[in-house]
């Protein structure tokens, strides 16, 4: 199965505590359906002193979360899209955005 959320997109968040928040994905993980998005669901995680660390204490950083809790925003029209596939001529699927017709990719 094809993940339709991908690297770069702008996902808006429809559920858990960042939910209405929109963001830019940074990394994709399409084996666990999860992804990393710019601003959204950081963690607080301690990390202790040593060596070489920047930092010490608690730090916050960004956390994966599930695709499900994220909508694509279209980067045509802006607007939450509802994702279809399509054939190219030359063989490429690409992703089209049901709202405004648009292709995404
Ligand atoms: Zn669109």
Do not use: W
């Not at 607080?44 to 809790?69: D, F, L, Y």
């Amino acid at each position: 199965m094809t993940m339709k959320i991908r690297k770069n997109d702008t996902v808006l968040v429809i559920a858990g505590k960042d939910r209405g928040k929109r963001g830019k994905v940074r990394f994709a993980y399409p084996k666990d359906e999860r992804i990393m998005v710019e601003g959204i669901n950081f963690i607080k995680t301690h990390s202790r002193a040593r060596r070489g660390a920047r930092q010490a204490g608690i730090i916050e950083r960004e956390a994966p979360i599930h695709v499900s809790n994220v909508i694509l925003l279209c980067s045509q029209c802006d607007h939450p899209a509802r994702i279809g596939f399509r054939n190219l001529e030359d063989g490429r699927k690409v992703r089209i955005c049901r709202s405004c017709g648009e292709i995404i990719d």
